[in-house]
């Protein structure tokens, strides 16, 4: 009688979200993964499998999710996601890439900044729909958060005094890499075809 009742409460155990949310701290990663799974885009599930790939034991990871057709809401799940990895002392986050995600918006950027770690050095939000105020925010990021060493912005619309303030935050930090616009036209085709 007693094997009948341990197996019942493992088996109950084993189907509750008490379980689930005990795999989830014990790997941190699949926070990412499971939102990613729920945007129910390609993209999100080819990044999901290979973030799912990720050995328990590795320090740091990239999150590289371009031409995905994220918005605001697709956003909000990745960033709380980015934000449980870093509260449970998961790996950290190094480049962020959601490039070529128009419906992102200020918004989105938003929630993405405020939850990244301080170990993040990489952000690339390349034709993602923001504007001065988003520019604002990075910018103010950046101040703020010495890691942070390269920054991809081309084709956002950003008026000339936010490039102005950009060209200001490279002065003040000169070691930072920042693209706010496309240089070339060609340089855009070439960004365009090899950044998938």
């Known amino acids: ?4 009742y341990t197996l019942m409460l493992i088996y109950l ?19 990412l993964v499971k939102a990613l799974n729920e945007i129910n885009h390609p993209k999100a599930f080819d990044v999901a499998s290979n973030l799912g790939k990720i050995k328990k034991n590795r320090n740091n990871y990239d999150l590289i999710i371009r031409k995905a057709e994220l918005d605001v809401h697709d956003t909000k799940k990745i960033a709380d996601a980015i934000y449980q990895i870093d509260r449970l002392k998961g790996p950290d986050l190094i480049t962020l890439s959601m490039s070529f995600n128009q419906n992102i ?3 989105g950027l938003n929630l993405i900044l405020d939850a990244i ?6 952000l690339a ?5 923001l504007t001065d105020k988003g520019a604002l925010k ?3 990021y950046v101040y703020k958060h ?24 490279k002065l003040d930090k ?20 090899n950044y998938n």
């Open 1 to 4: 009688m007693l094997k009948i």
């Open 13 to 31: 155990f084993s189907c509750s979200p008490f379980a689930n949310e005990n795999i989830l701290k014990n790997d941190p990663l699949k926070y």
């Open 105 to 107: 918006k200020d918004e």
């Open 117 to 122: 770690p301080d170990s993040t050095e990489v």
């Open 125 to 129: 939000f390349v034709e993602c729909g």
């Open 138 to 140: 990075i910018i103010d």
């Open 146 to 169: 010495k890691n942070i060493n390269q920054i991809y912005l081309e084709g956002n619309y950003f008026s000339k005094e936010i490039q102005n303030k950009f060209y200001k935050l």
């Open 174 to 193: 000169p070691d930072l890499i920042i693209i706010s616009q496309w240089p070339s036209q060609s340089f855009k085709d070439m960004v365009k075809k």
